[in-house]
């Protein structure tokens, strides 16, 4: 009996101690990983949400895109052996194209990682949160947003927009809207930015109010070649691609934003050109108003990648160099080198020197900065053989770990170019020309020979559209910006742009190398080898493949169209008044 | 050998000396006697007094010795023999021989908490015992399996030593990334969990000859024991345990060789260096003055001899056995070590295993087991490594003159694999420890109580060091190392009611009531380290140690469940039988109000048999029909999948964060319901033994990480900063098949049998539906900077089908780009997108010596409208067929497996033939359309071109990025995956006792083996047996040249005294 008791006494225990705590035993706590609902604690907190997006997200844009779409469709860069460059050079990409898809990913990580940060802090930052952190926070996400809305409804003239991802996981077959919606959408987010940003970046790399202004001088300029006149209202379209004119109102923005820009922001021109581009100087300078933030020595999605594809040899890079048959184009070269310059003359013929040489590595040009002994300097084709094709591109090219103490391999370790001074002093011009044909307004004229009296290049009394052409051209080349230039251009002026890119001797090799001479060469016909023709249906790109099989409402029909619907817009959150 | 042998005598005696204690000896006659079998004598034969406590056993010879009361019973019982009962008259000497128990109805059967005769089994079982395992040379316990249990398919995921298979019971029945079986080794569930890679292998950490039985849990009503875990079925390990008897001590050792199978036929440097002209010609690429005279050049290198080559394997094991009536034990250690056949890769294993059990009263069991396993596994220094040697150029030599490595003189070539596989450091080292301890008292009559402990503790460490390196141009001046530690700890406490009564005349009731707590907890640390002073020097600390480089990561996570469980078996007079079981899981992996899922099941059988129409038929010894019915469910989903994370992220200012994965608040489980109607007859005694099943599941509420579009966020190319895709219930699937055992014993004489088994499984699985808009689930697969869409999940279609284009043809002549339709008017073959003729050979566009595709929606646009079902990687059915033959001591057995009806994308062929690469390519890729002038002075246009080879089928000179995109994912890369291999042949010699009779020895026996001997197949790749890429359900049958299995030849001997 003694054991019987025993016995049931075990059983029970057993049985009986661990049954009532079965909803205490399934507790447990996350030791190690943040989530949103116990993150945002301070305004520290919200700015800790806000960093990444200065690098990670962007980093498959900078990649290979940013320079393959912005300088290889737009013909400054030739490559033909490259296929991250040569589908965009030669008008053949598709929606399988390398960098087409990363880049596509990347700009809508940017919008989806942007929208996770501000609904983050909308939605879960706690009482010792201040107000005003969380609209700073707010308004820098919305700045990037708004920018990758910017690059998506340029490139691909259309887009899905959406301000949470969760609202769209449980059906994600959804039409794309209008390419003016898009744009739209990202002026009102920059809007946002500029009238809430503060004036004076609060850390070295960030961006404040200016930078948004600078932004929406970009996407003035843009929007007021798809629009008739007045602000956007989604009816205001312009239909007629070849109007020559462009929407009054906008270039009014375009010119107040660049104005508040140049007298109220911080920034001012370089000194000397080769600063923007030399190893100590280029990050966060006095002209940047916004890069991507990588860091020297790291890796991932917080490095430079993209000079490892530019760099002709690992003497002039740490590590990986891919660049060797990445050429700068003859076109871009000769006007760079011999550009006859209308506006100054009959037969002016003038050498870009400065610019060309801080932009393009060419026989004989000698580069200190690229050797440990800068008496010994770097010389192109000299030290090491040239270019078989042309000559190489020596932008973002900052040489080994030797000589400036910091690329690692896959890393130089600077940042990118986002917008700088430069650009929005030529955005200036742009509106000032307007739909005139040229301007010789002083304000106009002082801010594009700032940019002339700089380069060493004979300063000009009239600006028209080829001068500006030249102008933004050779100052950005390799800036990942000239084809958006030209497609704004193509808004209002569709079939001028298309005859422009058809006849810019694209895939032309030009560099004899006996005479250590750069011509055309003879055998070069045009469109040149393995380029198609472009049609106006060139100025936009197919969207990736993998996304149209999931969503099969961005399948263009028969003619290559994709069907848009508009975007429901509130009211607007920031009045012209509030910004002007 | 004699000091070894006196070493284990020694050491055998002294345990057994420990354990055994006196039997009790005191009665009025001594009866002597042997006990034999067929065979000859039987050691460890137990001898009882009928109605006693007092028994013996045999001895070596088979001679027992028992004092019993003239009058008593005397019970002969040995596993595997029918029980013989004699009456002791006046007779001193019995001698008995006690035939094969060829029923076996009585055998034993693993299932969930507890053991169940197999003629009471409801659901669909199976059982692989240790004969199978001993016919195979299987390093691991999956290899076992493969054609031998019918609803079992196996498929090796990569030859790598100590890979891992994928293994599917009755279909795929998840979209989620694990369709992995659980296995419960001695009680203790090993979840494989979603963290197949491909190499890592749970049950590699389990030396083979340590296994009893197998036993497979199918349908619902025999897995729904297990819940919230089970939907893919349970695979019950058994190890061996002690038997009481004199100890036995055997000894298993093998000695092999590996070799490579096959080789794919590259280009060879003369044949490289034509192709490489004819690619310059084409303006692909600049000529290369290398190459000016390919005749006069060599072979070249030849890269698969270079990286494979014959590789050699050993394994040893050593067990003892033994015990009284009151203990048993077992005590076994092993020790393998496998090259690969792949330069620097292999396997080592020391294992270490010891279980006692005791009857400590009258009323209390207990026992204690542990296992100890510490094994190296040498991984493959990349995970493509066998590509980059097919694609390395055959005019880069291995070494250059100086003795160094060279390497190639084209950036974008690969890089010396064979250096690669040399110089770096890829390795895990995995400690395991499992220990399974438990009690149980008898309440009642019947009644018992049953309280067990288990642990397993996981040690796993992996190393990588890559040292700076200068091949050819190919050079990498970083010096990087890291350390990956992951700890995993898993505990479960069961405390089980089992009640096993009569309740009145042929009402026999088992019920089982029980309660279960486990947790599963791991640590993981990672360290990576950059800037080493010297290569020779690779741990952490010969690094930099601070620094950008530096990088540390650590976590500590897990997950714990909850359960209640229940099972009753009722069985009226052997004839009719039910089961029902029911379980409750409480979970943590999904948020509060999702936490809880109900898992009932419910079985019925019918032991026709037994019936009085049929119990003395001559022909059916036994018939029995089940129908069963049950749920089950997967909870294989990502930690916190609920709940939105935030991952760190570096940045120049400090550390920041981003969102880290989409979150699911509503996640719950997934659930499977199953049907399950089955026939089991044997007839003649036994000599046809045969098993069907036919089941029915429905699997809903799938669990599934959404792949989201990219324009959501799912990040592009190196998805840096995205936020990972969101865990989902996501659609419904089912599967339903037939599976057919059959073994049969076609000769039994004296000394000749033969003996097959054949095994049959057939499974259609059809996804139902699917919750997201398109209803499809495309599943891309990156390789390098390219993503494709490679398979597609449709509804109504079965799961990840292959998916792209059809070649229709190719551009021979001008004309074949017009045809005419049905109306007789000419219209222009689809293009692809934005892609016209091209004006000239060289121009971009397409041209004569490009494929056609089909344009499937009409449009004429080659577009992503135009993708299709290419192809389905799931056989229509597999099959096994094996044979013994037994000759006096010789026994032969040989089993083929095959698979018919599947498809394989030969992912790495994409690769391996663009005509216009200069990466090296295969043979095939000199067969491209070649293209001429009609009119040697007509223009360049296309009207004036055709192909000259128009027999061929390959396209003309172009790359992965022409215009027309000839090397697109298309039907040109989907081959026929039916085979038939001669999976292994096993040939063994068992030594005469007779001979043995002078010696200490007891039975000896040698053998060889070849594995994998040859293999029928229309396959081009290394192997058609292609698992799943990735360890990814939906990339199954996806082949990028995976490490191909060997083709292993062994030699052993075992002995026992």
């Not at chain 1, 030399?278 to 940047?288: H, L, M, R, V, Y």
């Not at chain 1, 042309?390 to 932008?395: E, L, Q, R």
């Not at chain 2, 006697?33 to 088979?62: F, L, W, Y």
């Not at chain 2, 099959?879 to 497996?897: E, I, R």
Request: aromatic share 12%.
């Amino acid at each position: 009996m003694k054991t019987n008791i025993f016995k049931y006494t075990i059983a029970l225990a057993g049985m009986l101690t661990v049954t009532s705590c079965a909803d205490d035993f399934l507790e447990q706590k996350n030791t190690y990983q943040q989530g949103q609902d116990n993150f945002f604690g301070d305004d520290k907190a919200v700015a800790q949400a806000i960093y990444p997006l200065y690098s990670y997200v962007w980093f498959d844009f900078n990649d290979k895109f940013y320079y393959g779409m912005g300088d290889g469709r737009a013909n400054n860069i030739t490559a033909q052996y490259s296929d991250y460059i040569y589908p965009y050079t030669n008008f053949t990409e598709t929606g399988l194209s390398v960098g087409l898809s990363e880049a596509w990913g990347a700009l809508y990580s940017v919008v989806a990682q942007s929208n996770n940060a501000l609904n983050n802090i909308r939605n879960f930052s706690m009482a010792e949160v201040t107000e005003q952190g969380k609209t700073q926070g707010i308004a820098e996400a919305r700045f990037m947003r708004g920018l990758a809305y910017w690059y998506i409804g340029t490139l691909w003239g259309c887009g899905i927009i959406y301000e949470d991802t969760q609202d769209l996981v449980n059906g994600y077959v959804v039409p794309p809207c209008r390419q003016t919606d898009v744009i739209e959408f990202a002026i009102r987010d920059l809007e946002f930015a500029a009238k809430n940003l503060p004036a004076t970046s609060p850390a070295t790399g960030r961006v404040n109010k200016y930078a948004a202004y600078a932004m929406l001088s970009r996407f003035y300029l843009s929007m007021a070649g798809l629009t008739t006149s007045g602000r956007y209202d989604g009816s205001n379209i312009a239909t007629e691609k070849n109007s020559g004119t462009r929407n009054e109102y906008y270039l009014d923005l375009a010119r107040k934003a660049a104005a508040m820009v140049i007298d109220n922001g911080p920034y001012k021109l370089l000194d000397n050109y080769a600063d923007l581009f030399a190893a100590a100087t280029q990050n966060n300078n006095d002209e940047s108003i916004f890069q991507l933030q990588f860091q020297a020595g790291a890796d991932g999605g917080l490095a430079q990648s993209m000079t490892r594809f530019l760099a002709w040899s690992t003497a002039v890079n740490q590590g990986n160099s891919w660049g060797g048959s990445t050429y700068c184009s003859y076109d871009l070269w000769s006007e760079f080198k011999e550009y006859n310059d209308k506006t100054l003359g009959d037969n002016v013929v003038i050498d870009d020197a400065v610019r060309r040489h801080y932009s393009v590595a060419s026989y004989g040009e000698e580069y200190p900065e690229l050797s440990t002994d800068p008496e010994n300097p770097y010389i192109y084709g000299v030290t090491e053989s040239a270019g078989s094709q042309g000559a190489n591109v020596k932008k973002y090219v900052i040489g080994t770990n030797a000589v400036n103490g910091f690329a690692v391999n896959n890393n130089s370790g600077i940042n990118t170019y986002m917008m700088r001074l430069a650009e929005v002093y030529l955005n200036y011009v742009d509106a000032m020309i307007g739909n005139n044909t040229s301007t010789t307004d002083s304000k106009a004229l002082s801010l594009f020979n700032a940019l002339r009296r700089r380069a060493n290049v004979p300063e000009k009394q009239s600006v028209g559209y080829e001068d500006l052409r030249h102008e933004f051209r050779v100052e950005t080349a390799f800036e990942g910006t000239y084809w958006y230039f030209l497609v704004r251009r193509g808004y209002y002026r569709q079939q001028e742009v298309v005859n422009y890119v058809n006849n810019q001797n694209r895939n032309a090799s030009y560099y004899e190398s006996s005479t250590h001479t750069y011509k055309l060469s003879d055998s070069y016909t045009a469109p040149g080898p393995s380029v198609a023709v472009a049609t106006a249906k060139n100025l936009t790109l197919p969207i990736a493949d993998t996304d149209q099989t999931k969503n099969p409402l961005l399948k263009p029909d028969a003619d290559g169209n994709i069907a848009t619907v508009s975007y429901e817009f509130g009211e607007r959150e920031v009045a012209d008044a509030d910004l002007f | 050998m004699n000091c070894t042998t006196n070493v284990f005598k020694t050491f055998g005696l002294a345990i057994i000396l420990m354990l055994m204690p006196l039997l009790a000896m005191a009665q009025n006659v001594t009866v002597k006697g042997q006990v034999s079998d067929s065979e000859g004598p039987v050691i460890g034969a137990t001898v009882k007094v009928k109605g006693a406590s007092t028994g013996s056993v045999t001895d070596i010879d088979g001679n027992y010795s028992i004092s019993v009361r003239p009058g008593a019973t005397l019970t002969f019982s040995y596993l595997g023999l029918k029980t013989k009962e004699v009456k002791v008259g006046s007779q001193r000497v019995i001698n008995v021989t006690l035939s094969a128990d060829d029923q076996l109805l009585n055998e034993v059967v693993v299932v969930g908490y507890g053991t169940m005769r197999k003629s009471d089994l409801t659901g669909a079982v199976t059982q692989v015992d240790n004969k199978a395992i001993e016919k195979t040379v299987s390093t691991s316990i999956d290899q076992v399996l493969q054609g031998r249990a019918a609803g079992v398919q196996i498929q090796a995921n990569t030859g790598t030593p100590g890979g891992s298979s994928t293994i599917r019971i009755r279909g795929t029945n998840s979209l989620n990334a694990s369709s992995q079986p659980i296995f419960v080794i001695d009680g203790v569930i090993i979840d494989s969990d979603g963290s197949d890679n491909g190499n890592t292998n749970p049950l590699a950490a389990i030396n083979p000859s340590d296994i009893l039985t197998m036993d497979i849990l199918k349908d619902a009503s025999a897995t729904a024991i297990y819940g919230s875990r089970a939907s893919n079925g349970v695979i019950m390990i058994t190890t061996k345990r002690g038997k009481s008897g004199e100890a036995t001590i055997t000894y298993d050792g093998y000695v092999g060789w590996q070799s490579m199978p096959k080789k794919l036929d590259v280009l060879n440097l003369r044949q490289y260096a034509q192709h490489y002209n004819d690619i310059s010609d084409a303006k692909i690429k600049p000529a290369s003055s290398t190459f000016i005279s390919p005749e006069l050049l060599g072979e070249g290198t030849d890269w698969q001899d270079e990286l494979f080559s014959t590789a050699f394997m050993t394994n040893h094991s050593l067990s003892m056995t033994g015990g009284n009536d009151k203990t048993t034990f077992a005590i076994s250690a092993g020790y393998l070590n496998q090259d690969g056949i792949a330069l620097a890769t292999g396997f080592k294993r020391q294992t270490l295993r010891g279980s006692i059990d005791s009857q400590l009263k009258k009323w209390l069991k207990g026992g204690i087991s542990f296992s100890l396993s510490d094994s190296k596994q040498e991984m493959e220094k990349n995970w493509d490594i066998i590509m980059t040697a097919l694609k390395s150029q055959p005019s880069v030599a291995v070494r250059n003159p100086s003795g160094g490595y060279d390497g190639p003189d084209d950036q974008w070539m690969p890089d010396n694999a064979v250096a690669l596989a040399e110089i770096k450091t890829n390795y895990a080292k995995r400690l395991n420890f499992r220990i399974n301890t438990y009690l149980e008292a008898e309440l009642l009559k019947g009644l018992t109580f049953k309280t067990e402990l288990s642990t397993d503790y996981n040690l796993n460490k992996t190393k990588t060091y890559q040292p700076d390196y200068e091949f050819g141009v190919r050079v990498s001046s970083q010096r990087d190392g890291a350390w990956y530690k992951n700890d995993t700890k898993y505990w479960s406490w069961r405390n089980i009611l089992t009640y096993n009564g009569k309740i009145a005349e042929k009402h026999n009731l088992n019920v089982m009531a029980g309660q279960e707590m486990s947790q599963s907890y791991w640590e993981n640390m990672s360290t990576k380290n950059s800037g080493y002073l010297s290569n020779l020097v690779t741990d952490l600390r010969g690094g930099e140690t601070t620094g950008a480089n530096v990088n540390i990561d650590g976590y500590q996570d897990g997950f714990k469940l909850f359960s209640y469980f229940g099972r009753a078996l009722y069985n009226f007079d052997d004839r009719y039988l039910l089961t029902a079981t029911l379980r409750c899981d409480g979970s943590n992996k999904f948020a509060e109000g999702h936490r809880y899922g109900w898992f009932p099941s419910a079985a019925l059988a019918w032991r026709v048999s037994q019936e009085n129409f049929l119990k003395d038929n001559k022909v059916i010894n036994n018939l029995k029909l089940r129908l069963g019915w049950g749920a089950t469910g997967n909870q294989n989903v990502q930690q916190w999948a609920y709940a939105a994370m935030l991952a760190n992220y570096t940045t120049t200012w400090g550390v920041g964060v981003l969102n880290a994965n989409n979150a699911n608040q509503n996640l719950k489980w997934e659930t499977t319901y199953s049907t399950n109607v089955g026939i089991d007859l044997s007839l003649f005694n036994s000599r046809i033994d045969l098993v069907v099943d036919w089941y029915y599941k429905k699997t809903n509420d799938l669990l599934m990480s959404i792949d989201l579009p990219a324009f959501l966020g799912s990040g592009g190319g190196s998805k840096y900063g995205a936020a990972s895709n969101p865990w989902g219930n996501i659609g419904s699937l089912r599967n339903t098949g037939v599976e057919i055992t059959l073994n049969t014993q076609n000769i039994v004489k004296k000394d000749f049998s033969w003996s097959s088994n054949v095994v049959f499984s057939l499974n259609r699985n059809k996804v139902v539906s699917l919750d997201s808009e398109t209803g499809n689930l495309p599943q891309t697969l990156q390789i390098g900077s390219e993503t494709a869409v490679v398979t597609n999940t449709v509804v109504g279609h079965p799961i990840g089908q292959f998916w792209g284009h059809k070649v229709i043809g190719r551009f021979n002549n001008p004309e074949d780009f017009y045809y005419k339709d049905a109306n007789g008017n000419v219209k222009p073959v689809a293009l692809p997108e934005g892609a016209s003729i091209a004006t000239s050979p060289t121009a971009g566009g397409v041209f004569i010596g490009d494929y056609i595709f089909e344009d499937r929606d009409g449009n004429g646009v080659i577009d992503n409208n135009d993708k299709t079902f290419i192809g389905n990687p799931e056989p229509k059915f597999t099959w096994g067929f094996g044979n013994t033959l037994s000759y006096k001591g010789f026994d032969l057995s040989f089993q083929f497996n095959g698979s018919y009806g599947n498809k394989v994308m030969n992912y790495g062929r994409r690769f391996l033939e663009i005509t216009g690469s200069t990466a090296n390519q295969l043979t095939t890729v000199l067969n491209y359309a070649r293209i001429e002038k009609i009119d040697p002075n007509g223009p360049e246009d296309y009207r004036n071109y055709r192909v000259t080879n128009p027999s061929t089928m390959m396209p003309r000179l172009s790359t992965e990025s022409g215009v027309n995109s000839n090397f697109r994912v298309s039907d040109a890369y989907v081959e026929d995956g039916s085979y038939i291999r001669l999976q292994n042949v096993a040939l063994s010699y068992t030594l005469p006792r007779a001979w043995l009779k002078a010696t200490f020895l007891s039975n000896v026996k040698v053998y060889c083996n070849v594995q994998n001997l040859f293999t029928i197949t229309k396959y081009d790749g290394f192997d058609p047996e292609v698992g799943s890429l990735r360890g990814t359900a939906l990339l199954n049958g996806v082949d990028y040249s995976r490490y191909p299995s060997p083709r292993i030849y062994t030699v052993g001997l075992n002995v026992q005294f």
